[in-house]
């Protein structure tokens, strides 16, 4: 292969990006070099087991794919607000929502949504780590190792572009010979790995680790949804699995899978696509809800209403959402009898998310509402989610289908979905947590305009891409002739995503200032919250607790916070076990990506050999017989005296 086969050459964006990509490399090495930050980077951060760090880590690698993803919805954005454009051609607009679609879902709402669970569940269920702190390491960084291949698709060998959906025969070896689609199938199998890895962590943790007295009815409503999540990523991602694996060997060693000509059946990918592809939209968007519910909690000063009904609500929403995966291809060929049943399945989960946006509504009712960041979030998340609800109910309706699948209709809908159910619950989270992480409070102003620029461009993105849809403008469509009319209403859409951008920005400049100039001086409940993870000190310390609570209520917290009992004991003081930092998981991801690479360009001697690497980190870790380290009594005294003033 030529050198200009392997770099992408040609296009003047993508030459742009890659000059842009190594000043960026060549400045940030050059930079930690000169601030001598090597070491602290490599002993604090990336070898760290600390569920906290690990959590900021994702959340910081899940902003920085969100810049990359949004981008790309930009440039689409950019081509279709007026007819005819051709600032992008229909290959590269190809690209760019293959590479969006998978970016937003697997390596921006994944991330963002696991980062602050692994900040926050720990806390919440009174726990010094989650189950496996190594694992939890690893699993990031084999994420991250992931989503570094799957980024580097458009600069070398270039990118996937067959949907994030990837549907065959379009994306076998036939139709797509290059190596973009190589990259979507074993990219995404490297993350997935990680993925797996955490919902397993989650399961034990939750069923393991709760402080003492913490019965099932007593959790947080954000550790519910998270194991229930956690429950269906355990499920759902060994489909993922196989499908990508059967992808890989269509792909790479003429395996039959997928094509009818030698008797496979692209069917197949579509079933066991959608079979995790569905489950997946309910992962990303079942930890929101447990999120918002805990900020409506919070900013209303009440109780969540109906705490059971919400609980046996998302079990419900997990149970279904298996069930109704067909909804996806209701044209495919399906008999009546097939798409009547799925159509019924697919509306049914309309009634479980009912009771949750009552319980809601009923939570807020007569509450002393406070109008937080984080809290306008979630108010607005409840028109906007309930606005992507009610056109997914139109979509179930499988006669209806035929008429508006794959049109800007659908577009419209999973964005109203996504949108709120992710992107907004996320900002919530980080505005409520943020404090948890880094002791100081994001600033409330540049917040609100943070707020308001989001949501408004937001709808106006949107909603017009729901009467384009309406009107016939099918999904992909690079271009279109001015005499369809539509050029208003996408000029329209186009100028609201711009907006929106002014959010995100708007967002990044208050991370930035608050860094800066917010006050250290919040204390350890900045919030008047009701969960435990605001009974330690803000920013938690790396032993979470220094004596383990014990818990007697749902919202113990604010009991124990009423009573005044939440004093500490010198005499309950134990040293506290930790474990000890590894610099196996980074490595072992680090060779995973490598042969992931290799793989890409289906060099399978260097594969191999790189795949030595991983067993060689496998079996090295098995001999790593450190179990840890205890702090001592006195060091915790200490620490817990600089924010509690005296122990009792
Ligand atoms: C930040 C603002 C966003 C903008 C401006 C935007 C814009 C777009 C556009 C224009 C398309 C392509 C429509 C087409 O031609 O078919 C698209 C597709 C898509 N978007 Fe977004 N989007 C945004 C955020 C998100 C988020 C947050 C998610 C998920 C969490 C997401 C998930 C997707 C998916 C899955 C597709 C389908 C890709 C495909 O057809 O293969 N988007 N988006
Ligand atoms: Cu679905």
């Known amino acids: 292969m030529s050198l200009d086969e392997f770099f992408v ?258 069917m197949l990918w579509l079933n066991l696509f959608w079979l995790w592809g569905h489950p997946e939209v309910y992962i990303v968007v079942l930890p929101a809800f447990g999120m918002f519910s805990e900020v409506i909690a919070t900013f209303a000063r009440k109780n969540l209403y109906g705490y059971k009904s919400m609980v046996y609500a998302v079990a419900g929403i997990a149970f279904l959402s298996m069930l109704v995966w067909v909804h996806h291809f209701y044209t495919m060929g399906n008999s009546a009898a097939v798409n009547s049943i799925f159509s019924l399945t697919t509306m049914m989960i309309a009634i479980p998310t009912g009771v949750k946006i009552f319980n809601w509504l009923f939570t807020l009712r007569k509450g002393r509402i406070e109008f937080s960041t984080s809290m306008l979030w979630a108010l607005a998340f409840i028109p906007c989610f309930t606005i992507g609800g009610v056109t997914g109910v139109m979509l179930a309706m499988a006669a209806a289908d035929y008429q508006y699948h794959n049109t800007m209709f659908l577009v419209a809908h999973f964005h109203y979905v996504l949108i709120p159910g992710v992107v907004f619950a996320v900002f919530a989270g980080l505005y409520y947590w943020w404090p948890k992480m880094f002791g100081f409070k994001l600033n409330e102003k540049i917040g609100k305009w943070h707020f308001w620029l989001f949501v408004i461009g937001f709808n106006m993105t949107f909603m017009p891409m729901f009467f384009v849809g309406l009107d016939g403008m099918s999904r992909r469509m690079y271009t279109y002739a001015e005499s369809t009319g539509w050029g208003a209403w996408l000029g329209f859409s186009a100028v609201g995503s711009l907006v929106m951008a002014a959010g995100f920005a708007a967002l990044c400049y208050n991370i930035y200032w608050s860094f800066r100039y917010a006050s250290r001086n919040v204390g350890n409940d900045p919030w008047n919250a009701r969960s435990l993870e605001w009974a330690t000190a803000s920013p938690a310390p790396h032993y979470n607790f220094a004596v383990v609570p014990e818990v007697e209520n749902l919202d113990d917290f604010w009991y124990k916070k009423k009573k005044g009992t939440l004093g500490l004991k010198k005499s309950d003081l134990k040293p506290v076990h930790m474990p000890s930092n590894s610099w196996t998981p980074i490595v072992l991801a680090g060779a995973f990506g490598l042969v992931g690479f290799f793989l890409v360009f289906e060099w399978i001697p260097l594969a191999i050999i790189a795949a030595v690497g991983i067993v060689v980190g496998l079996v090295a870790n098995t001999f790593d017989y450190d179990d840890g380290y205890h702090i001592p009594v006195d060091e915790l005294e200490e620490e817990e005296r600089e924010w509690r003033g005296d122990l009792q």
């Open 9 to 266: 050459t040609g296009d003047p964006l993508i030459l742009a990006s890659q000059i842009a990509i190594g000043l960026t490399m060549v400045g940030l090495i050059a930079l930690i070099t000169y601030l001598k930050r090597w070491k602290w980077l490599w002993n604090e951060w990336f070898t760290t087991v600390d569920h906290k760090k690990i959590g900021i880590m994702y959340i910081l690698a899940g902003v920085l794919m969100f810049f990359r993803g949004g981008v790309d919805g930009l440039l689409m954005k950019a081509q279709t607000s007026r007819p005819g454009l051709d600032l992008l051609d229909a290959q590269h607009y190809d690209e760019i929502f293959t590479t969006h679609g998978v970016i937003m879902i697997l390596f921006m709402a994944m991330p963002l949504l696991i980062g602050i669970m692994n900040v926050v569940i720990p806390l919440q269920i009174g726990a010094r780590d989650v189950a496996f702190p190594k694992l939890n390491a690893f699993s990031f960084w084999i994420f991250f190792a992931g989503a570094m291949l799957f980024n580097l698709s458009f600069v070398i060998g270039g990118s996937p572009d067959a949907g994030w959906t990837s549907y065959f025969p379009l994306a076998g070896k036939e139709f797509t010979p290059g190596v973009g689609n190589n990259y979507y199938a074993i990219s995404l199998q490297i993350a997935g790995i990680g993925t797996l890895a955490t919902g397993i962590n989650f399961v034990v943790t939750i069923i393991k680790m709760r402080a003492p007295g913490m019965s099932w009815m007593k959790l947080p409503i954000f550790v519910w949804t998270t194991f229930i999540t956690s429950i269906i990523i355990v499920a759902a991602f060994p489909i993922l699995t196989i499908a990508l694996l059967y992808m890989t060997l269509d792909r790479l060693f003429g395996t039959h899978f997928f094509t009818v000509a030698a008797g496979g059946d692209p």
